[in-house]
């Protein structure tokens, strides 16, 4: 073996290495996940931490039941998916369909542009503005609510839903719409019976992946949301979501303790979560392809 | 007389994904001619071409069985492609100019192989240009972007680029389909001095060009060989009726 | 029959467009609110000097600081290791099993929330490796983060390099790597630049991750090597709006600018280039 079949060789192996460590990364996730969250389950059944009614990590005896967090994170992203999805659908139509071509440049960069707005910043700028107006408005005890959370987060999740669907709209092919065309259909006719119809499991995997974008929010949330681990009745009380409890409390734990591995057992819950959304959102993309 | 043999193929068979593209192929090209490879689209004259200097590797789905000898060692042996490929140079059907300048273009081949020295590189530069017929054209604009050339000049280029690694035999694949009757013309001119250096294979669609510059001629259909002989034998009397009717335009 | 179509076309093109509307107005809306309520607070001392009086005072200097090292530690660990896979993804790998676990494997990464990244970064870097909570930890777990923004670009800008520039290179006997080096990274440059700047833009943003990996609620100095904690602008702007009582707005909002304008001149400065190197491009 020459020398530079013996480099060629190197870099090549290297490169491989390089190629995998996405798939090593996921694996080392969950394996530090659950080291670090399974030993929680020495001490609580898993019922009772899926179930369980109360989250009192603190108390003597603690109780760690995440229900109220579950209901918390689901009130907020049902909220900011209600919101998010019907704007965000009719946007990414609106860019990919009739906006002429540099009104679409001015707005998807514009789209970008809220995509990279840090979710401290979104949340800081929730509880300045919004929070006080839902409070006023409403006549609440306070604006710290899963609504105002949802609102916020919605604005979050739109650049994800918005870009994604219009990829979705432009990968129709031009021989439908012409199809539609020919017989006489509307411009609004061939988009609302063919175009939605040809784009939708791109679509769905626009949405899906908006909603994996608000569960898996953390800052915005936290700032937001008031954080009362209180088993939710309505869109407009305080509520704690997952993400803000692990954010919220790590910070104070002892490590080791049962408190520390149940923060980790939530963290499982979020992977596992978040992964199944992702590969569902994967399969309707690839089965629009077929 | 006897002529040196350069490439000799046996029994050459190929598969893309099971789809045989070539059968049984037994063909002896000699130094310094040119052959013409003629036929109709997906006749396998391309993937032969790209068996001579393993451009098939490229492909996941490409099989092979048979030999293919150069200069009598075995090509597809455990040999270093990268020397092969310098030896055996390749000209597409598109010209495929990288986006450098006229200098770098050239230059880039030599480069990889080592080659360092400006003046050594100016001078590789100069003589392909002028083996090629572009050096009057472009002497005054070397370090100009080499996109801005016309197609002609552009396909002219990447022949003094072949060159410039220094090859043995050329390979070139519909070479001028692209390309207007003069810039043709000047290609086929470099062709025919060509021979007193490099054995020549020349993949084309353009039967009157295998005619012009050719010394022999083959015919590929469905990915066999019907007929190999001389270029005048093989347009003014076949031997396979099937030879016949593709030049005579009956089908193709 | 044909007038009620058309009526029915133009109210939902107006519906559509509201929806567009929407969505834009809000990042008007929250940059236009940032700068005017912010704009006072910058002032040379506040880029430079230390917070005071329990930060309701001062600068934010050791903020500003610490994001930079984040980000160039971040990019240190993230940029080869992406731009390798990226190119493992479409130089070399074949269509098989394991190409397609990896795609999926990256599509996941991307999707796993921030905060469990900062778990993990938790688990492994602070206390497995025993780095602490320092420079390091909060910059591997923030590499991993931007690992999957890194490999699209590069993947997509790779894409887009004809691959007979490739088949030029090879021709004249180039290897492989010379010809991904000599032939296809030139020109995918610009691409990758870009990704590489959504991903400063990323780092320097997120708040989750460094939590319990680096961020530090405050420190009078500056860090003096990787294995120190570190305080970094959007904790820091977390701190002062909800942990510390009577900060001012201002110095509250002026955070949040210089974070703002931090963060989105990254973007800008990306979407420029991509914009340019559409038009550049010629093949």
Not at chain 1, 161 to 168: F, G, H, T
Not at chain 2, 191 to 207: A, S
Request: proline letters at 4%.
């Amino acid at each position: 073996m020459n020398l530079k079949t013996f480099k060629e060789f190197l870099i090549e192996k290297l490169i491989f290495l390089s190629g995998v460590t996405s798939i090593m990364l996921v694996i080392l996730i969950f394996i530090f996940l659950t080291k670090e969250g399974l030993s929680l389950f020495k001490a609580v059944s898993l019922k009772d931490f899926l179930l369980g009614h109360y989250w009192y990590p603190i108390s003597e005896p603690s109780q760690f039941g995440i229900l109220p967090l579950i209901l918390g994170s689901l009130f907020v992203t049902m909220g900011a998916t209600i919101i998010s999805v019907p704007i965000g659908v009719a946007s990414a139509v609106y860019i990919a369909e009739i906006a002429p071509p540099r009104m679409k440049e001015v707005l998807k960069s514009g789209i970008e542009i809220l995509a990279a707005i840090p979710s401290v910043v979104i949340g800081f700028i929730g509880m300045t503005t919004l929070v006080p107006f839902v409070k006023n408005a409403l006549n609440l005890p306070t604006g710290l609510t899963a609504f105002s959370g949802s609102v916020m987060l919605a604005f979050m999740a739109m650049p994800t839903v918005v870009s994604i669907a219009e990829d979705a709209l432009n990968a129709v092919p031009k021989k439908y719409k012409e199809a539609a065309f020919a017989l006489g259909a509307t411009h609004w006719q061939t988009i609302w019976r063919v175009v939605l119809r040809a784009a939708s499991s791109g679509i769905v995997a626009a949405i899906m992946l908006g909603i994996g974008r608000v569960i898996g929010e953390t800052m915005a949330v936290m700032m937001i949301t008031g954080n009362a681990a209180r088993i939710p009745t309505s869109l407009f009380q305080p509520v704690r979501t997952l993400t803000a409890t692990i954010a919220a409390e790590m910070g104070e734990t002892v490590q080791g303790s049962d408190h520390y591995h149940a923060l980790f057992a939530i963290g499982i819950v979020l992977f596992v979560i978040t992964f199944i959304i992702n590969l569902i959102a994967d399969f309707a993309v690839h089965r629009k392809l077929k | 007389m006897v002529e040196r043999i350069k490439i000799k193929t046996a029994d050459l068979n190929v598969w893309f994904n099971v789809i045989p593209s070539l059968k049984n192929i037994d063909i002896e090209i000699h130094e310094r001619e040119i052959l013409g490879i003629i036929g109709p689209a997906n006749s396998g004259k391309s993937t032969f071409l790209r068996c001579l200097n393993r451009f098939n590797d490229l492909y996941q789905s490409f099989k092979m069985q048979g030999k293919i000898f150069i200069d009598e060692m075995d090509i597809y042996a455990n040999i270093d492609v990268w020397g092969l490929r310098k030896k055996v140079g390749m000209v597409f059907a598109l010209p495929v100019v990288l986006p450098l300048s006229i200098f770098e273009n050239i230059a880039y081949g030599p480069r990889r192989h080592g080659i360092k020295n400006k003046n050594r590189l100016a001078d590789i530069v100069e003589n392909t240009l002028k083996a090629a017929y572009l050096w009057d054209e472009v002497k005054d604009r070397l370090d100009s972007s080499a996109m801005k050339l016309s197609g002609g000049q552009q396909q002219r280029l990447c022949l003094a680029r072949t060159l410039a690694v220094e090859p043995d035999i050329i390979l070139y694949d519909e070479p001028c389909s692209g390309l207007d009757p003069i810039s043709t013309a000047k290609i086929e001119e470099a062709m025919v001095r060509f021979k007193e250096k490099y054995t020549q294979v020349l993949v084309t669609n353009n039967t009157k060009q295998a005619a012009r510059v050719s010394d022999r001629t083959a015919f590929f259909l469905m990915g066999e060989l019907i007929e190999l002989d001389r270029t005048e034998k093989i347009f003014t009397n076949p031997i396979d009726q099937r030879t016949d009717d593709y030049i005579s335009g009956r089908f193709g | 029959m044909r007038h009620n179509a058309y009526q029915t076309q133009k109210i939902a093109f107006v519906l559509l467009f509201i929806a567009t509307v929407l969505v834009v107005l809000p990042v008007i809306f929250i940059v236009f609110i940032i700068v005017q309520k912010g704009w006072h607070a910058i002032t040379w001392e506040f880029l430079t000097a230390i917070p005071k009086n329990g930060m309701r005072e001062g600068g934010i200097f050791p903020a500003i600081v610490g994001t930079v090292y984040l980000v160039v530690g971040t990019l240190i660990f993230a940029l080869p290791l992406g731009v390798l896979s990226a190119i493992y993804l479409t130089e070399y790998s074949k269509d098989n099993l394991l190409t397609r676990l990896i795609k999926l494997a990256i599509i996941n990464l991307a999707g796993v929330p921030s905060v469990v990244y900062g778990l993990f970064g938790l688990g492994i870097f602070v206390i497995f490796l025993k780095f602490g909570s320092s420079i390091l930890a909060g910059s591997l777990t923030l590499a991993i983060m931007v690992l999957p923004i890194i490999i699209t670009t590069t993947k997509e800008a790779l894409d887009s390099v004809p691959q007979s520039f490739r088949e030029v290179s090879l021709s004249l006997g180039a290897s492989k790597w010379q010809t991904i080096q000599y032939s296809v990274l030139p020109h995918a440059l610009p691409g990758i630049l870009t990704g590489v700047i959504l991903a400063i833009s990323r780092a320097a943003g997120e708040t989750a991750p460094i939590l319990f990996t680096v961020a530090a609620f405050y420190l009078p100095h500056l860090p003096q090597s990787i294995f120190d904690q570190a305080m970094a602008l959007p904790y820091h702007l977390y701190v002062i709006s909800t942990q510390v009582p009577n900060v001012s707005v201002e110095i509250r909002y002026g955070t949040a600018l210089v974070l703002l304008v931090m963060v989105l001149s990254a973007n800008f400065v990306a979407i420029v280039i991509r914009s340019k190197f559409r038009k550049m491009k010629k093949w």
